[in-house]
T-cell receptor
Framework: KAGVTQTPRYLIKTRGQQVTLSCSPI?????VSWYQQTPGQGLQFLFE???????NKGNFPGRFSGRQFSNSRSEMNVSTLELGDSALYLC?????????????FGEGSRLTVL | QKEVEQDPGPLSVPEGAIVSLNCTYS??????FMWYRQYSRKGPELLMY????GNKEDGRFTAQVDKSSKYISLFIRDSQPSDSATYLC?????????????FGTGTKLQVIP
């Protein structure tokens, strides 16, 4: 069974640009959650999508957005990038919503903002 | 104050030692408690998943939950160099109207041969 696939793995952007990250969940999983991981803050919840609907959202500004497609693949977008957006962005898929099931993580997309 | 507090370490122990990793939390709504392990340049993977207070054992790993004290622990017996990783506690509960997972910041463990 293929795991969670995130693309791209590494990317470098400059302040003010925007970025789109992609996540393909495990086949059969309808829940996709996104997390931002930084050394000081750890894993911080961005949002969760389940069956194309955003179920929950963390405390991030509106520059962070996401969506989920009918095949459960998900994308997240960060507009007007700031230096503080440099982080590892992790996607996790699950069969159940709301964190009641095991989260399966991808290897992440490491974003560097210059 | 964070909902979940975890000592970031790093924690360095000799091979064969017993390791104790801990988290405290403040949200009484947390119902499910998990430990994830994250190797360098990889995503976290689930180690242990518990629902109630008490102990759960899986091989060299034991997860302990004390809901009355809002305290969870992960014990690793006979630690191996391959256990060197960052360990993240995680809890699921209803916050802000929806159920979601809240992670600790992670403890970096190094097991020295």
């Amino acid at each position: 069974k293929a795991g969670v696939t995130q693309t791209p793995r590494y990317l470098i952007k400059t302040r003010g640009q925007q970025v789109t990250l992609s996540c393909s969940p495990i086949s059969g999983h309808r829940s996709v959650s996104w997390y931002q991981q930084t050394p000081g803050q750890g894993l911080q919840f961005l949002f969760e999508y389940f069956s194309e609907t955003q179920r929950n959202k963390g405390n991030f500004p509106g520059r962070f957005s996401g969506r989920q497609f009918s095949n459960s693949r998900s994308e997240m977008n960060v507009s007007t990038l700031e230096l503080g957006d440099s982080a590892l962005y992790l996607c996790a898929s699950s069969y159940l919503t709301g964190g009641t099931g095991e989260l399966f993580f991808g290897e992440g997309s490491r974003l560097t903002v210059l | 104050q964070k909902e979940v507090e975890q000592d970031p370490g790093p924690l360095s122990v000799p091979e064969g030692a017993i390791v104790s990793l801990n988290c405290t939390y403040s949200n009484s709504a947390f119902q499910y408690f998990m430990w994830y392990r994250q190797y360098s340049r990889k995503g976290p993977e689930l180690l242990m998943y518990t629902y109630s207070s008490g102990n759960k054992e899986d091989g060299r790993f034991t997860a302990q939950v004390d809901k009355s004290s809002k305290y969870i622990s992960l014990f690793i017996r006979d630690s191996q160099p391959s256990d060197s990783a960052t360990y993240l506690c995680a809890m699921t509960g209803r916050t802000g109207g929806y159920q979601k997972v809240t992670f600790g910041t992670g403890t970096k463990l190094q097991v020295i041969p």
